[in-house]
């Protein structure tokens, strides 16, 4: 089974940056970031299809965030601007079998998460 490993989590104030990076132990296909806050589902944020030529991104995190990926190095990332207070919540980037998909359930391996804390 793939290992997925997070970082770049963090402290930032609200209109500040951050830059999530996923590192894959092995080749993955469809690439999502999910997040979730306390009291939250965990929601869908950005997702990314193998080629890295298709991507879904949340409403709330449109034109804000930027999902890319390296399949030489087996890892995607996210790039956050402009962060809110309601970004605040643990990142966790997941891999699905198929190509491409925007359904959580079809997102079978899962990373430890990452907090991402944004002050206002």
């Known amino acids: 089974q793939v290992h997925l490993v997070e970082s770049g989590g963090g402290l930032v104030q609200a209109g500040g940056s951050l830059r999530l990076s996923c590192a894959a132990s092995?080749?993955?296909?469809?690439m999502g970031w999910f997040r979730q806050a306390p009291g939250k589902e965990r929601e869908l944020v950005v997702a990314?299809?193998?080629?890295?030529?298709?991507?879904f991104y949340a409403d709330s995190v449109k034109g804000r965030f930027t999902i890319s990926r390296n399949n030489a190095n087996n890892a995607v990332y996210l790039q956050m601007n402009t962060l809110k207070p309601e970004d605040t919540a643990v990142y966790y980037c997941?891999?699905?079998?198929?190509?491409?998909?925007?359904?959580?359930?079809?997102?079978?391996?899962w990373g430890q998460g990452t907090q991402v804390t944004v002050s206002s």
């Open positions: 092995s080749a993955v296909y469809a």
């Open positions: 997941a891999t699905s079998t198929r190509m491409a998909t925007i359904v959580k359930g079809e997102y079978t391996c």
């Open positions: 990314i299809d193998y080629e890295g030529e298709k991507t």
